[in-house]
């Protein structure tokens, strides 16, 4: 299995801040990555796929960046709405796998 | 828009069983799958089903999984078997799965309990 690692396991930041999360893949899934937002009893919302193609509805302060094995998802200014769990997940190749998570705490 | 239901309580050792329906949209052509999330914890996809059928099951569970499709009700449906507290979760339906498809629609989720 493709194991998919995330850093920072939790990122304390303010309303406004520059936010990057790493995921990292054991090995090479090309661009098939997605990332996902979690809130607090809701399922998961797919934000960003194949990489750094930004889905329908999102806000364009979401971009995603990487290829290979190394891959970001960069918040260019948090707002309110945005403090939630980030899942990177990997589709390249079978069983899909995903990111142990990120958490985006208020500071 | 999907929608999981089932049972919120199952015995060890018997099989959870979830139907996933779909609405709004046609089943044709999309991958269908499973994921789970135990309390606190991240997110295992289960498998997919294409709306032809063929299955692609995640090793780790296969033993104990079956997914099926009804495409006549617009619905899918997981069955896992032996199962133990461990299975404890929520459980997600989600469209994609397959290949070049993330997941891009999801249920609500249902949370499935294994206690005597």
């Known amino acids: 299995d493709i194991q998919m690692t995330q850093s920072p396991s939790t990122l304390s930041s303010s309303v406004g801040d520059r936010v990057t999360i790493t995921c990292r893949a054991s090995?090479?899934?090309?661009?098939?990555l997605a990332w996902y937002q979690q809130k607090p009893g809701k399922a998961p919302k797919l934000l960003i796929y194949?990489?750094?193609s930004l889905e329908n509805g999102v806000p364009s302060r979401f971009s995603g960046s990487g290829s290979g094995t190394e891959f970001t998802l960069t918040i260019s200014s948090l707002q309110p709405d945005d403090f939630a769990t980030y899942y990177c997940?990997?589709?390249?190749?079978?069983?899909?796998?995903f990111g142990q998570g990120t958490k985006v705490e208020i500071k | 828009l999907l929608q999981e239901s089932g049972p919120g309580l199952v015995k060890p050792s018997e099989t959870l069983s979830l139907t996933c329906s779909v609405s709004?949209?046609?089943?044709?052509?999309?991958?269908w799958s499973w994921i789970r999330q135990p309390p606190g914890k991240g997110l295992e996809w289960f498998g997919y089903?294409?709306?032809?059928?063929?299955?692609n099951y995640n090793p780790s569970l296969k033993s104990r999984i079956t997914i099926s499709v009804d495409t006549s009700k617009n619905q899918f449906s997981l069955k896992l078997s032996s199962v133990t507290a461990a299975d404890t979760a929520v459980y997600y339906c989600?469209?994609?799965?397959?290949?070049?498809?993330?997941?891009?629609?999801w249920g609500q989720g249902i949370l499935v309990t294994v206690s005597s």
């Open positions: 194949k990489a750094s």
């Open positions: 997940q990997q589709y390249n190749s079978y069983p899909r796998t």
């Open positions: 090995q090479s899934i090309y661009h098939w």
């Open positions: 989600a469209r994609g799965g397959g290949y070049s498809y993330a997941f891009d629609s």
């Open positions: 089903i294409f709306y032809s059928g063929n299955t």
């Open positions: 709004g949209d046609s089943m044709n052509n999309y991958y």
